[in-house]
């Protein structure tokens, strides 16, 4: 899985059309929808990615926000991440999941429709954590390893 978290001032978005045979079902094409204040957290489910790899997503998101100090997340399905992409079904569950798990963690979540096509504007802080990369590889014995990008690595120099 690879995420892009984008501690943001805010970022509104709205569903235009299908990106997919079966998208998510929405009931319609709304308004914008909108959170500030938050952690936007752009996500590519691989391949090798499984139904436990929400756990690991999570795990990643509380490390961020921990840092950030916001208790509003954005999941936002972003396909564009990887060339390895898992099927959508899984991927779905996988934000699902994670959004559940979140919300149970008593964070205010939104999560972006999976399998549409959306129109968005963001507004990201200008901070050393305000951009983050990582990639979250599921291990044999269930543990997880993350790489961090070298201009992450620079940064912290």
Not at 125 to 152: C, F, Q, T, Y
Request: proline letters at 3%; one cysteine or more; hydrophobic letters at 40%.
């Amino acid at each position: 899985m690879k995420i892009l978290s984008l501690h943001s001032d805010y970022i509104k978005f709205r569903a235009i059309k299908k990106a997919i045979n079966q998208p998510e079902e929405i009931k319609e094409i709304k308004d914008f929808i909108e959170s500030r204040e938050c952690l936007v957290v752009f996500i590519a489910v691989e391949v090798t990615d499984n139904e436990n790899s929400s756990k690991n997503l999570v795990k990643n998101i509380e490390e961020i926000i921990e840092q950030v100090k916001t208790k509003n997340i954005v999941l936002y399905p972003y396909a564009h991440l990887s060339s390895n992409l898992a099927k959508p079904d899984l991927a779905l569950k996988i934000m699902k999941d994670a959004e559940q798990l979140l919300k149970k963690d008593n964070y205010n979540v939104v999560r972006a429709p999976f399998g549409w096509y959306k129109e968005f504007e963001i507004h990201v802080k200008g901070h050393p954590l305000a951009e983050l990369s990582r990639e979250i590889k599921e291990e044999k014995e269930g543990a997880e390893s993350k790489d961090v990008s070298e201009a992450l690595k620079a940064e912290k120099k």
